[in-house]
């Protein structure tokens, strides 16, 4: 029989594994996964991410040993190690899940499909988060398509599968630690693989997850009632099929309503996750257009002082900075608290959209193209969608963490700041701050912008733009004491770190 060979990709499990349960029925298989330098050196691309990988690599690996199978893993070019393999073994079958990612990954398929069929080889691609490819081939609703792919059987390697192993693959002790560098360690981040992932929906489905309604907007309840089960989703450590199917069951023998009603939007957010999917695959030019292609037309010139007061979280806005703050460390943010970073970034500090959605991209170990550049499309104004998300920080820090616990823990300049100021410091006079520690050098920042009438511009500059006529860019003004670049730097850096402070869904 020909050989078959199963292409890991995010993709990082082997239960309900289609590429791989298809390639086991039909010959000996070889499983192999390729570390590719080049993809870890773009800019949305960061090490924290690998490092999940990594580990989530090393169990795929103990997944295939129980299986008898061997994980070959090469560093290079993926080309490279195909015209190895067929050096080698001559005429295979080449197997894989479609993955619908950025650019760089949709050229490097392309290039793969011209090899297989320069050397007459099949590739077999399957689907994943229910996404089709090409959407001309679904032939109904999307909603439709996905409830019915869905319920489909959850796949198992047949028990007579033989594997075949190659000698040329990198040994776990070989493989890279780091493959680029980090501006920001990320102490909290999750660990990678799927017995960590099994333990994660475990803990949510049979406890974590009754507070998910209502809870998941705060960044002080949303850390333990959302799922967390993003980054086991984005790198296929999880089957998004297991998890809807295991919630509905879990759902048909909710304990109460508030059970009931927490599984019932956890699942209609997992629909609504491959539904950005799906709208990333078809439209994929979000990556670096607008979705609205006249919003092109909105000049938000880049100003290095605005974007690294944001990246650092130096804003002067205490909810958005210990939000950011948050995110170094953890690696994972709730999607509010998402959503009001890109709008402080692009309504209020009048960035451009596009290094706003690469530094996060690098920040979120949990990055999954089709969802993020979506949702940065539409929290900074690009789609057209007729409300525009944006976000007031003092009123959402009034809102989500009205004590100023998770501000004080995130920020410590402002841990001796009394409640009346915590959401406003700038306010505080000359004394409260010195009663607060601050020195000349050493000093939590003033706003850059005037909020009320930064906001008031930006809403009449796309409302000109969607009705015609292109608006001139406003003018930002600066406050007095602004925060200038060097004194961004000489903020104090120093964030307690706890151990147990994991960092969607």
Known sequence: M???AVWFKRDLRTFDHEALCRACESGPTVCFYVIEPDYWRLDNTSNRQWHFVRESLLDLSDQLKVLGATLVVHQGRVIDF?????????QFTLHSHIETGIDWTYQRDKKVAEWCQAHQLDWHEYSQNGVCRPVSARGTTFMEHWISWVAKPLLQIPEQAQFVSLKNGLEPANWPIDVCIDDHPCHGRQQGGRSKGLEVFHDFLTGRGEAYSGSI???ITAESACSRLSPYLTYGCLS???VAQR?????????????????AAFSRRLWWHCHWIQTFE?????ETLPMMSKMAQLERPFDQAKFEAWRTGNTGWPLVDACMRFL??????NF??????????????????KPVANDLAKLFVDFEPGIHYSQIQMQSGMMGNTVLRIYNPVSQAMDLDADGHFVKQWVPELRQVSQTWIYEPWKMTPNLRSLAGWTETDFYPQPLVDFKWVHKQAKAAVTQIRTGGKPKAPKIKEQDGAVKLKQVKAVKKKVDSDPSQMALF
Do not use: D
């Open 240 to 242: 998004l099929k297991e």
């Open 336 to 353: 509010r608290m998402r959503a009001m970073l890109v709008s402080a970034a692009t309504f209020s500090l009048s960035l451009p959209w």
């Open 2 to 4: 020909a050989l078959q």
């Open 247 to 263: 919630t509905a069951e879990r759902g048909e023998w909710a304990p109460n309503r508030q059970w009931a009603k927490s599984l």
């Open 328 to 333: 170094h460390h953890n690696g994972w943010l």
């Open 282 to 286: 078809t439209r994929c030019s979000i």
């Open 217 to 219: 907007s705060s960044p």
């Open 82 to 90: 195909l015209e190895t393999l067929y050096q080698e073994r001559g």
